[in-house]
């Protein structure tokens, strides 16, 4: 079945670099997401990547997609402490619905 | 601005009680979806709308209920079948394209609902 799966706590040194790692299981999935939660918050959206493309950069953001592995990464850049939140990954099914990883909590130390 | 607005953000439900959750929404989006967060947790599907008057149940549909009535609101009641509650709920709202497609999910802020 589908399933989407995430590592769950990272911590990193502030300017440091972040990577957030997720594995999805829908092939024919055409949207990758990186969302992003703040403490009590709601989800935002911080980018996405079509199926067919390998790269995405956007500013600090890179997201790299190795579809032979299934496998999705978010690359943050000079990581902040404001930052810290819990990063979401998803794959939209082949019912138009979304699936969600568990999320990975960032830890920013100052 | 254009966005998804949750009320209220937070709400207390007695035993035995019905309470509903607003979602509303001006970004003119088809789809509107409802999701549950438990802690520790990722995001499960309650219900999902892809056009006005229809809505499909997701992964969690029991002890919940939904409607649609207009394309900028879609409210979702927790009736007192739904024995654990508490958690965030999230509302989201896309554009639809095609039966099968959509557009990025955004998000409202949530409503906390919690059990007296």
């Known amino acids: 079945g589908e399933d989407v799966e995430q590592s769950l706590f990272l911590s990193v040194r502030e300017g440091d670099s972040s990577v957030i790692n997720c594995t999805y299981t829908?092939?024919?999935?055409?949207?990758l997401y990186w969302y992003k939660q703040e403490p009590g918050a709601g989800l935002q959206l911080l980018t996405y990547?079509?199926?067919?493309?390998d790269m995405k950069q956007d500013q600090r953001l890179t997201v790299l997609l190795n579809k032979k592995d299934k496998h999705l990464s978010l690359r943050i850049a000079d990581t902040q402490t404001g930052d810290s939140a819990i990063y979401f990954c998803?794959?939209?099914?082949?019912?138009?619905?979304?699936?969600f990883g568990q999320g990975t909590t960032l830890q920013v130390k100052p | 601005d254009g966005g998804i607005t949750q009320s209220p953000k937070y709400l207390f439900r007695k035993e035995g009680q019905n309470v509903t959750l607003s979602c509303e929404q001006n970004?003119?989006?088809?789809?509107m979806y409802w999701y549950r967060q438990d802690p520790g947790q990722g995001l499960r599907l309650i219900y999902y709308s892809q056009i006005v008057n229809d809505f499909q149940k997701g992964d969690i549909a029991e002890g919940y209920s939904v409607s649609r009535e207009k394309k900028e609101s879609f409210p979702l009641t927790v009736t007192s079948a739904q024995k654990n509650p508490t958690a965030f709920y999230l509302c989201?709202?896309?554009?639809?394209?095609?039966?099968?497609?959509?557009?990025?999910?955004?998000f409202g802020d949530g409503t906390r609902l919690s059990i007296l």
């Open positions: 829908d092939s024919s999935s055409t949207y």
């Open positions: 998803a794959e939209n099914s082949n019912t138009g619905k979304l699936i």
């Open positions: 989201a709202s896309s554009i639809r394209v095609g039966q099968y497609s959509n557009q990025p999910q955004h």
């Open positions: 970004l003119n989006h088809d789809a």
């Open positions: 990547i079509f199926s067919n493309m």
